[in-house]
């Protein structure tokens, strides 16, 4: 079965950063659009950003526009998403999944915890 794994969520301090990793099995993250989410307690799961490893192209949240950054290494099979200035309110569990909308995710990732607090 096909497998996403995230790492890198921890407890950090408002205005730090987080780098989180999704890795997974080659085809998978060459063939399809690799979506970061998260889901806040007692709140819907939202996306956050997602990326075409074929031509690179992004998008973006609006609340994460300007501050969080998805990139891909193909050698290395991995989707990252860079997180800085974390607010508050950036907390959640955040999930890596094929797609750029809840709807159409075909493959889940298991999460990684953000905690941003002081």
């Known amino acids: 079965q096909v497998q996403l794994v995230e790492s890198g969520g921890g407890l950090v301090q408002p205005g730090g950063s987080l780098t989180l990793s999704c890795a997974g099995p080659?085809?998978?993250?060459?063939?399809?659009?690799i979506g970061w989410f998260r889901q806040a307690p007692g709140k819907e799961r939202e996306g956050v950003s997602c990326?075409?490893?074929?031509?690179?192209?992004?998008s973006y949240a609006d609340s994460v526009k300007g501050r969080f950054f998805i990139s891909g290494d193909n050698a290395k099979n991995t989707v990252y998403l860079q997180m800085n200035s974390l607010k508050l309110e950036d907390t959640a569990v955040y999930y890596c999944?094929?797609?750029?909308?809840?709807?159409?995710?075909?493959?889940w990732g298991q999460g990684t915890p953000v905690t941003v607090s002081s």
């Open positions: 999944a094929t797609g750029c909308r809840v709807d159409d995710v075909l493959i």
């Open positions: 990326i075409s490893n074929n031509d690179k192209s992004t």
């Open positions: 080659k085809f998978t993250l060459n063939y399809y659009v």
